[in-house]
């Protein structure tokens, strides 16, 4: 019997088994870490973990996407106010993406993350029939902003580089509109 996701248990393992896979991304990267060692770091069951995640990838891409999903379905004052949250959400999580988007994780987690920044965009862009590169150069522009400013251990506040990254989107988005 599945339990709800706001059970105290659900969520007690779902975080050691997402600081398990920090910690161990830290240690040995990624791509060289098992089920088994995130589990008995988690000190939690294999069958517990099956019966929250598939695998370690979809471990640390529902991050993100509990991350987003909120983001996406509330309405703060402005657009600019929804990067602030996205930014101040990188921070909190911030050994996580640090680990996720290092060299040592490799590159898929900055490609996901690319592709769903870029399909968000693609939904809020007017006009945009699908061929455009613009959600593309935005999903970049974004990710690329996470890891400056996480290897950089975020010189400026989350509301500075949410700022920082909006102009930069505004301009491509600005640019996209003047040839069209």
């Not at 996701?5 to 990624?30: K, N």
């Amino acid at each position: 019997m599945s339990r709800p996701e706001g059970d105290l248990r659900v969520r007690r393992t779902r975080r050691l088994l997402r600081d398990a896979l920090v910690e161990l991304i830290d240690e040995r990267g990624f791509e060289r870490i098992t089920v088994g060692e995130i589990t008995a770091r988690a000190m939690v069951s294999r069958a517990a973990f099956y019966r929250n995640y598939k695998d370690k990838y979809h471990l640390a891409e529902q991050v993100f996407d509990d991350a987003l999903g909120p983001l996406m379905d509330t309405a703060p004052e402005t657009r600019d106010d929804r990067w602030v949250a996205f930014f101040d959400h990188i921070a909190t999580y911030e050994r996580l993406y640090k680990a996720l988007l290092s060299r040592k994780a490799g590159s898929w987690f900055a490609d996901k993350m690319r592709a769903k920044l870029a399909s968000l965009s693609s939904g809020h862009l007017t006009g945009n029939d699908g061929n455009s590169l613009t959600p593309t150069i935005l999903g970049a522009i974004a990710v690329q902003s996470i890891t400056w400013w996480l290897t950089h251990d975020r010189p400026c506040s989350a509301a500075e580089i949410a700022d920082h990254t909006a102009r930069l989107m505004r301009a491509v988005i600005e640019s996209e509109l003047e040839h069209r």
